[in-house]
């Protein structure tokens, strides 16, 4: 074999030679890599050695002591994720005091907090939860009265969490955050009942607006009525008003307001094209038409 | 084995060795973050934390937590590299995240997809009782001030958001009261009073803008920043819609009423106006001549004295005199 040959076989050789050691070395229990938010629980022969909670590189043969190099042969390495998870929890059947029928959406989150009561004291902790917050919201949240169970989320909320937190740390497994993501009713019949109300409210706002413009109209109509009165009023006193003024200035002076009146009625005779009869003034007229008068 | 490697030359195996693991840890050792995302290197599966910074109760919105919820939601600071160039070891891994701006339907449930109609509507319930249907987009980007928590922390970030999202939506509806301001709206709150949806469509961007705010935690619960909730309807039941579209067509119906009212009552009022300037022209008109009038025998009065007006006087009577039919004159026997 040449050179050429040998270098190939070491470019081929060396990621398996790499693999091996590597994977020896983890077989022997002298190191473990953990990443983040994981916890190894290390258990020989039914008993357990040791968690390892901190992310990186640990040397187990420091960690949990010789008994490491047999776990990885004879023992397990319980791998747990202790990352926030969830779970929502739809419809859960529960009835308002007023007897409706409502469902409620819980939504919870949880994490693992003792990585050896998760693994060991419960089975199905995560059935076993989702079970209690079932079970809890069915028995907290009912008998609420309608109003306060569409409305007080927070308060519902915080009752869910008390009831499950504590049974559910027993098997390390921390409730986080709780919350209350629905609230429906359940009753088809209802449901088309309360928007029966809610158009009836709204014809009866239809109404109102209705009325109100009628009012308004109306108070708009009769203002101007009023102010279009007092005008027309003061518009008809304009005449007397500036008319007795001005002759009220010209008889000031009585004989020009005669003559002024007298020559009017003397323009106006003459222009209204009657008939004019003079007769002598001063004396009664009739006597003096007689052809004899008694002496 | 060594046997077999001293029979191939050991020189040429390790040379290859060599090559092997310069092109593998050397030049596949380099990575690339790319302008619209972010990286957190991990160290035998520890993520690098950043020098000298503690956990993430400093991240923006985290202050707005219950001391509780602080408590649970509390991540480390790791190590961030912006857009680059950068070098890694074998034994560290690179985790790269974009923080693009996403947008999704807000009715999407990320576990259930026939849920919400088919991720198409989102129901709530409001204040009222009723049930109605919301329409719009959640806008998010993944956090650089917290990237622990959407790599390491959560299993599933966007579900988390989703589901806080909403749940924070549907409370806030259901307790969702129209603000009072001034008297016209409290006017207006009074005719509509128990009519939620009213006040819902009418305040549709305030909505928007208080989720914004109460979401703000989700880049210290969840390592996901909300950018925007843009709710872009709420849908009532159809007989409902019905209803609010009669309020509309009333509303319309009592404005245009009101203006040709108030058009009738402005021209009636103009009206009244003229007839006062009318009627005193009219007056003035009448009044001109015998002002004149007077005003000419006065100059003549103060001219010629009394006698001029006796004068003056008989002198237009001469035309009556010209006009007459019939005249009976005395005359002296």
Known sequence: MNFAESVVVGLIATPFIISAVLWFLRIIGFYDIVPERTAHAYVLFGNVLGVVREPGLTLLWFAIGPQALLVRLFGTRHVVDMRLDQEYLRSQPVNSEEGAPMGIGIWYEMFVNDPLAFLFKNADPKGSLRANVSNATVRCLSNMPLVNMLVTRHEMSMAVRDEVSAKSNEWGYATGSVYIRKVHFRDGEMIR??????????????????????????????????????????????????????????????????????????????????????????????????????? | MIALLTQLGSKGVLFGAAIYLFVRYGVFGFFIVDQSQRAVKTRLGKAIRRPG??????????????????????????????????????????????????????????EDPRANRGGQVLEAVTKDQLNIGLVGQLRFRIAESNLYAYLFGVKRPVVHTMGYFVSILRQHIANFQAPIHDGSDAQDNAGASGVSINDLRKHLRSINETMDQDCATSAARYGIELDASLITSIDPPAEVESALAAINTAHNHVSSEVSLAQASADQKLVQSKRAVEIETLNAHAEVEPLVQLANQLTELKRAGGAPSIEAYTRNVRLSLYARAKEAIVEVQP
């Open chain 1, 193 to 295: 009942q309360i928007e029966e109300k809610v158009v009836n409210r709204l014809r009866q706002v239809t109404s109102a607006i209705r009325q109100d413009g009628t009012n308004q109209v109306n108070i708009i109509r009769s203002t101007a009525e009023r102010q279009a009165a007092i005008e027309f009023a003061r518009a008809a006193a304009q005449r007397p008003y500036i008319v007795g003024s001005a002759l009220a200035a010209i008889s000031q002076d009585q004989q020009i307001s005669t003559a002024m009146f007298e020559l009017l009625e003397l323009q106006n005779l003459l222009n209204g094209g009657a008939k004019i009869t003079l007769v002598p003034g001063g004396k009664p007229m009739l006597p003096q038409l007689l052809a004899s008068v008694p002496r």
């Open chain 2, 53 to 110: 910074s503690g956990v993430s109760r400093g991240t923006p919105g985290s202050a707005a937590m219950r001391p509780d919820e602080q408590a649970r939601y509390t991540y480390p600071i790791v190590d961030v590299y912006q857009p680059g160039f950068y070098f890694k070891w074998p034994w560290e891994k690179v985790h790269k995240v974009s923080v693009a701006t996403v947008t999704i339907n807000m009715a999407v449930d990320p």
